[in-house]
């Protein structure tokens, strides 16, 4: 569909956010270890980050490890971080290559010395690259996201720095993870499942959600392009009627 017929006045999304959702069902469909899911995930993750690199799309979010997945077998949660030290150490480089700019989201002090010293080498090496910002959830909960911005904003007030009154949603939003970037225009969720599950429950407040049962690997490039066309058909609103929004498309035009 155009945007002439549907009003919608951004065809492409500058920020997608994703929960990669499937590996486990992925694998145990192949009477394979459960890791070997998450393996595979890694290889259809590659594939939306050339995919977003490709569209020049400015942000994307991935959820990779939710602070609830401690609550996973703990041969799980080992070879997940495994995978996590052996997966960035392969793919930074080339990411740096590909001019994309790598930033964790969540709280890291939970995991390894190692895990933190890949992490921050990752950000470190592509922090100056101006292509697309890929923003890895990883131990990360929207919850605590939302906690965290009151603890900074009233450490601020308690130095003075600044009042209780220049608390407001854009200081909110700017002292929560994400806040230096638009937020997601577009959700997707693999797998099957319709919910948040503790991802950007601040940031999502508008985005558009898009659910498919496709599980994680499986994730293809015809997938990507069917969310994108999806994603063209809405008209967001804000609140506004779709006569306002139709109005201010043509005189945007004229
Ligand atoms: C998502 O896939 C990956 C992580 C949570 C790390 P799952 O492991 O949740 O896969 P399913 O939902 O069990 O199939
Ligand atoms: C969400 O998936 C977290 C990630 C994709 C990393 P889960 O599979 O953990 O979500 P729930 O627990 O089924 O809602
Ligand atoms: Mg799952």
Sequence with gaps: MSDDLTGSAQSLPRHIAVVMDGNGRWANKRYLPRVAGHKAGVNATRRIVENCAKAEIEALTIFAFSSENWNRPVEEVSSLMALFITTISAEVKKLNKKNVCVSFIGDRSRFSDKLQDSINESERLTKDNTGLHLNIAANYGGRW??????????????????????????????????????????????????????????????????????????????????????????????????????????????
Excluded at 154 to 160: A, I, R, T
Excluded at 161 to 178: N, P, T, Y
């Design 145 to 254: 996201d939302v906690v965290n911005a009151c603890k900074k904003l009233l450490v601020q007030v308690e130095n003075d720095e600044i009042s209780v009154q220049d608390i407001d949603e854009g200081s909110f939003s700017a002292s929560m993870s994400l806040g230096d970037c638009p937020p997601p225009d577009l959700f997707i969720r693999t797998g099957g499942e319709q919910r948040i599950s503790n991802f950007l429950i601040w940031q999502l407040a508008y985005t558009e959600l898009y659910f498919v049962d496709t599980l994680w690997p499986d994730f293809s490039d015809e997938d990507f392009d069917t969310a994108l066309q999806w994603f063209a058909g809405r008209q967001r609103r804000f609140g506004k009627t779709g006569q306002q929004i139709t109005t201010e498309l043509v005189q945007e035009k004229n």
